[in-house]
């Protein structure tokens, strides 16, 4: 067993046993809202929108993209679960940021293996095979975080199967700080009609 897994299971065995009624919690989350943030391992969205466990439901992703999949959970959060309000937040130091999608696809087709950034750039350090699938990915990359914060939010308010009375608002969240930063042209684009 790894170090790794015997850490979770023994953080997890101390959780249930303290886990009181939190299996009495219903489905929909009690406070009707949903956020689409980055899976960065610094950003806690209990933590910096003050949750608790039931209160809203979390869909993470690279970046906190408005991807197919992504639309597809808050579709089914407002459709099936009730929530009323959709908060976009992208955050400062994104790794999104460092690479295109060109670099990506390249690294991906020499090795699978992990690469590795210098002052050169990315740098693939492993043996292959790698696989041209990556060719077929759009990784949602981007250069300027207001623009992608803006860019998610108009796509997720033109979506078809985007009601126009749900309010999607657009955030940075500042890693250094902890302090989310609307950005106004985002929330704009994305008020309900």
């Not at 023994?10 to 406070?31: C, H, M, Q, V, W």
């Not at 929108?49 to 979390?58: N, P, R, V």
């Not at 860019?151 to 940075?172: A, C, E, M, S, W």
Request: glycine fraction near 8%.
């Amino acid at each position: 067993m790894s170090q790794i897994l015997a850490e979770v299971l023994s953080a997890n065995r101390a959780y249930a046993e303290n886990f009181g009624d939190k299996g009495k919690l219903t489905i929909p989350p009690a406070r009707h809202f949903t956020i689409l943030t980055c899976m960065d391992a610094r950003l806690d969205p209990a933590q910096y929108a003050g949750l608790a466990e039931g209160d809203a439901h979390i869909i993470r992703n690279a970046g906190g993209r408005a991807s197919d999949d992504a639309i597809r959970s808050l579709v089914i959060s407002y459709k099936l679960l009730g929530t009323r309000e959709w908060f976009v937040i992208h955050h400062s130091d994104c790794g999104m940021a460092l690479f295109t999608d060109d670099i990506i696809r390249r690294l991906l087709a020499s090795s699978l293996k992990t690469a590795v950034i210098d002052e050169q750039g990315w740098q693939d350090v492993g043996e292959g095979p790698g696989s041209i699938e990556a060719e077929y990915i759009d990784w949602l990359t981007f250069k300027d975080l207001s623009r992608s914060v803006y860019d998610d939010v108009k796509r997720i308010r033109n979506h078809p199967l985007v009601p126009h009375q749900i309010p999607i608002y657009g955030f940075i969240y500042d890693v250094r700080t902890g302090k989310l930063t609307e950005v106004p042209e985002a929330t704009e684009v994305g008020k309900a009609l």
